[in-house]
Each structure stands twice: as C-alpha cells, then as structure tokens.
C-alpha cells in the first residue's frame, strides 16, 4: 500500500514539491556558510519525493545551532516552501483519493519550518540509533 500511495503521491505532488525544495537547495549552495541549510533541503527534497513508510524524527545531537540555523531557514526559505506544502494539501483535500496525500502534505509542514536537528527514518524503525 506504501507504493501505491507513494507512486499517486510523486506523481499529483511529489516531483514538484521535490523541485521546489531542490531549487531552495540549489541557492543555499551558492555560499559556503549556508551549505547546512543547502544539505537539509535537498535532504527533505528526497523525502517529499517517496514520504509514505517514513518519518521525521529529532535528532538528539542537535542543539542551539540548530535552533539559530532554523529561524534564518524560517525567514528565508520556510515560509514559501511550507506555504507550498499548505496549498498544495488544501488542493488534493478537495477530492476524496487526494485526502490522504492533503493530510500527507500538512504533515510535511512542520519539517519544511525548521529541517534543521531532525533526522528521516523508516517507519518500521522510528527510534533506530543511527
């Protein structure tokens, strides 16, 4: 069921939810110092291709640079990408085979405002030590 939902999911939202956070990726790159914030997003860009059978989990090691690095992600990046996530759920939420990725997408919202101190992980071991 997870590919199934998965495959629906790239195909109605995933790629160009993926674009999206790629193209963030691309331009946080540009400088050395916001290369950090160029690995998460192409990190989340992965997950918003395949998210069914995995999840957001925090990441114990993090600490207060995470916490300064996600309020600088916040008002440059966040915003427009969870924005994104937001219309892009209000939209597949109008059908009734949409309603899961919808729920799917505002689900992502939390990771694309602050990606910073979290870790992806399969489903089947959310608490793995890594």
Known sequence: M??????????L??????????IAGIICCVLIVTIPFGIASFRIAGFTLWPFGRTVVDKPS?????LIGNLIWIIFAGW???LGH??????LCLTIIGIPLGI???KLIPVSLLPLG?????????FAVR
């Open 2 to 11: 997870k590919t199934l939902l998965n495959l629906i999911w790239l195909v």
């Open 13 to 22: 939202a995933g790629f160009w939810l993926a674009v999206g956070y790629a």
């Open 62 to 66: 993090a600490g207060a640079g995470a």
């Open 80 to 82: 427009w990408l969870a």
């Open 86 to 91: 937001l219309t892009t759920g209000i939209a």
């Open 104 to 106: 799917a997408n505002f």
């Open 118 to 126: 979290k870790e992806i992980v399969r489903t089947d071991q959310p």
